[in-house]
């Protein structure tokens, strides 16, 4: 099984920073990684696939690093509707996901 | 625009068999870009992916749930569905069902249901 680890678990900034979530993997899983950001009450959404693939509709603000086994996931200028949870998932070898990494507000 | 709805009890007995249906529409379930999963998050905690089907009826278990877990596809009714059998309080979670691109990422999902399992 492919195991999925978060850093951060929780990340306190404030509006206008910049942000870095990092996903490590268990084995390498070449750019087969997605990131998303779920908010409470509400499913997740996909942010960026492919390790750095921006989906259609997502903040250019968002970004998406990485391959093999370490991964990032950047925020360029936080915005206040980013306040939220987000999880690495990988897809090489079925799916798993990262633990979360809550973004709470400084 | 793919949109997915869980249905199904939200209350279940300790030891009985957890069901839950999710309707696609805006698309074909029978369509081969397309594979078709239930992911679950206990209250409070993270995202875990249960299991997935594609409509010629493949299903690709997650270890640690296999041999409680049965997902299948109705074509028909354009519906797929996941029963999880011998439930324990450590079942009670938020079931979301969602669509994968390809077997690769979630791209949509539903707005998830929550059960409960408790006497």
């Known amino acids: 099984d492919i195991q999925m680890t978060q850093s951060p678990s929780t990340l306190s900034a404030s509006v206008g920073d910049r942000v870095t979530i990092t996903c490590r993997a268990s084995?390498?899983?070449?750019?087969?990684l997605a990131w998303y950001q779920q908010k409470p009450g509400k499913a997740p959404k996909l942010l960026i696939y492919?390790?750095?693939s921006l989906e259609s509709g997502v903040p250019s603000r968002f970004s998406g690093s990485g391959s093999g086994t370490e991964f990032t996931l950047t925020i360029s200028s936080l915005q206040p509707d980013d306040f939220a949870t987000y999880y690495c998932?990988?897809?090489?070898?079925?799916?798993?996901f990262g633990q979360g990494t809550k973004v709470e507000i400084k | 625009q793919l949109q997915l709805q869980e249905s199904g009890p939200g209350l279940v007995k300790p030891s009985e068999t957890l069901s839950l249906t999710c309707t696609v529409s805006?698309?074909?379930?029978?369509?081969?870009?397309?594979?078709w999963g239930w992911i679950r998050q206990p209250p409070g905690k993270g995202l875990e992916w249960i299991g997935s089907?594609?409509?010629?009826?493949?299903?690709y278990y997650n270890p640690s749930l296999k041999s409680r877990v049965t997902i299948s596809v109705d074509t028909s009714k354009n519906q797929f569905s996941l029963k999880l059998s011998s439930v324990t309080a450590a079942d009670t979670a938020v079931y979301y069902c969602?669509?994968?691109?390809?077997?690769?990422?979630?791209?949509?999902w539903g707005q998830g249901t929550l059960v409960t399992v408790s006497s």
């Open positions: 969602a669509s994968h691109y390809n077997q690769y990422y979630f791209d949509y």
């Open positions: 805006g698309g074909s379930i029978n369509s081969s870009s397309y594979y």
């Open positions: 089907i594609y409509y010629g009826g493949s299903t």
């Open positions: 084995q390498s899983i070449n750019t087969w």
């Open positions: 492919k390790a750095s």
């Open positions: 998932q990988q897809y090489k070898s079925y799916w798993t």
